[in-house]
């Protein structure tokens, strides 16, 4: 497993994105790097991910800290951001500009991913390099510690399409990069590499469903991560139906994106769906019916706090619904 590279040249070692989009990532990073002050504090609301990627890298180079923001937020959301802080520089945000004298200064690297927006407050969940490591070395262990290739549609700022960048950096993978309107219509980009992998959403995963071709595609992928909403009984219906590689997963920005996972036989002909927790994951019910997870990948609080939580506990247990937990956690009902 790859460690972060405290040099540039370290870094850009081993392409960890597919061609032309790795040669304008080292230009970009470059031009980035030479311009970043050792700690600062940044935001970066780029629609362009591989510019999103070389802010996000050279910050973490000069152990800075990098706020990851939408760029498709409105004012309300900006003037939140505003609110909360200030930054020795802005990338991709016309909304807000640097002011340097309300910015923290970093002692070592942090990234802070957001959680809220357009449908809520906006926060910020603070990472480091270590959890986020922690959370590819869990999913490295599942899949036996091969290079985790992927094609990547999602959005670079958000913690699922982050994730398999650093999936690939660290174990030395490549993403390729892909526009979803683009395979939506059929122009289907090509595997990076064995093992590709590919994250969508249920309703992506039906309207791909809908076509041969697509079908093929889905087929030629290795692994197909479904989460972010619930799968209805007859789209799991389906991936049965048509034997596909789905993994189902449950995460969120707080543990790094995955914690826990079900595969295609964990799921029987009503459509529900069973699981279980990744390696070095713990799972319990509370009380309350909520989920409460340890994961050396939680992140250390929300912006301003940075600390070391052990146990993160949350009352939206998503489309894991109290029995398939209760699967999960080796109870019976």
């Given at each position: ?323 398939e937990l209760l699967q999960v956690l080796g109870r019976k009902d």
């Open positions: 497993m790859r460690r972060f590279p405290d040099t540039l040249a370290d870094l850009l070692e081993t392409p960890f994105l597919s061609t032309p989009d790795w040669e304008r990532f080292c230009q970009r990073l470059e031009q980035v790097v030479s311009v970043m002050g050792e700690g600062e504090s940044v935001l970066c609301a780029e629609k362009d991910p591989v510019e999103t990627l070389a802010v996000f890298f050279a910050v973490l180079l000069r152990k800075g800290g990098v706020f990851l923001a939408n760029p498709n937020w409105q004012e309300i959301e900006w003037e939140q951001v505003q609110a909360l802080t200030g930054f020795d520089k802005v990338f991709g945000c016309e909304s807000i500009e640097a002011d340097p004298s309300r910015a923290v200064t970093f002692a070592e690297a942090r990234i802070m991913i957001a959680s809220g927006g357009t449908s809520g407050g906006v926060r910020f969940c603070v990472h480091s390099s270590n959890t986020l490591l922690s959370a590819v070395e869990s999913l490295s262990q599942f899949h036996g510690r091969k290079p985790l290739n992927s094609i990547n549609s999602l959005p670079v700022f958000h913690v699922s399409g982050l994730m398999p960048i650093l999936r690939a950096f660290f174990t030395g993978g490549v993403v390729h990069l892909a526009h979803w309107k683009a395979i939506e219509s059929g122009d289907f980009p090509k595997r990076p590499g064995a093992s590709t992998s590919m994250s969508l959403v249920p309703t992506q995963l039906a309207r791909l469903l809908k076509s041969e071709e697509g079908i093929a595609f889905l087929h030629g992928l290795h692994t197909i991560y479904i989460g972010g909403a619930a799968t209805s009984p007859e789209l799991v219906s389906r991936i049965r139906s048509e034997k596909l590689p789905v993994i189902f997963v449950y995460g969120m920005t707080e543990t790094a994106a995955m914690v826990l996972y079900g595969t295609r036989g964990d799921t029987d002909e009503a459509g529900a769906i069973w699981g279980q927790p990744l390696p070095g994951v713990s799972v319990r019910l509370t009380e309350d019916q909520g989920i409460s997870i340890k994961t050396r990948a939680l992140f250390r609080g929300y912006f301003p706090d940075d600390s070391s939580i052990q146990e993160f506990q949350t009352g939206d247990i998503g489309r894991w619904v109290t029995n």
